[in-house]
């Protein structure tokens, strides 16, 4: 399975936009790129996916480089509720997408006021 | 709340003991998911359920692991002959599928803490 490569910890003011990189050299054509978050004491949350494009929603913006061998997270105002693990995944599209994820260590996340 | 329910939230048991761990998924959520995570890392797979069939088991769910989902509802955990090694955070998460194959996000629940003296 493809894996990605993500720095321990960030940090970002409030208010501030915050860029999260992920690295995988090995994705494959089919493969989605997932973004989850863990806030403290929780479950991982849906964050953003996508396949090739750039994708924007209400939590997140996800920038997909051209070769797909990395993306990058984006918060766009960072709040102290943002303070989490984010976990970037990679998902095989070409089978039964029933979901199956390898979670890494993720990057940890911390907002300062 | 419609989200998915976990139960008990945290549990202490002495080494040897058998514990189970029930998990109520969204009630539409036909994909039922289990996960382990330690201190630091993120979670790992022990097997998924579609409906009440379980599909696939990660060769870290030992012997000792057993988990049912008997009516495509509600699912459970046990662990028996518990080990330190057991203690971890369980999570379960639910999804739904579809038969073109769309892809639905898994909603996690809160976990139940295991430890395990």
């Known amino acids: 399975d493809a894996k990605t490569t993500q720095p321990n910890s960030m940090e970002s003011n409030e208010e501030e936009p915050v860029h999260l990189p992920c690295n995988h050299s090995?994705?494959?054509?089919?493969?989605?790129i997932h973004w989850y978050r863990q806030l403290p004491s929780q479950g991982p949350e849906y964050v953003i996916h996508g396949l090739t494009s750039n994708v924007n929603n209400r939590m997140a913006s996800l920038a997909i480089a051209e070769d797909r061998k990395s993306s990058t997270l984006i918060l766009h105002r960072a709040t102290l509720r943002d303070a989490a693990v984010y976990y970037c995944i990679l998902r095989d599209g070409s089978t039964d997408s029933w979901g199956k994820f390898q979670f890494g260590a993720g990057t940890q996340v911390v907002v300062t006021p | 709340d419609t989200g998915v329910s976990q139960d008990p939230r945290h549990k202490i048991t002495k080494r040897g003991q058998n514990v189970t761990f029930r998990c109520d998924p969204i009630?539409?959520?036909?994909?039922l998911y289990w996960y382990r995570q330690t201190l630091g890392q993120g979670p790992e797979f022990l097997t998924y359920?579609?409906?009440?069939?379980?599909?696939?088991k990660s060769r870290l769910l030992s012997d000792r692991f057993s988990a049912e989902r008997p009516k495509g509802s509600f699912s459970t955990l046990e662990i028996q002959r518990t080990e330190q090694g057991d203690s971890a955070m369980y999570l379960c998460a639910s999804s739904l599928a579809t038969t073109s194959g769309s892809f639905y996000e898994q909603y996690f629940g809160p976990g139940t803490r295991l430890t395990v003296t």
């Open positions: 090995t994705i494959s054509g089919t493969d989605y």
């Open positions: 009630s539409e959520h036909n994909r």
């Open positions: 359920f579609q409906n009440e069939a379980q599909l696939e």
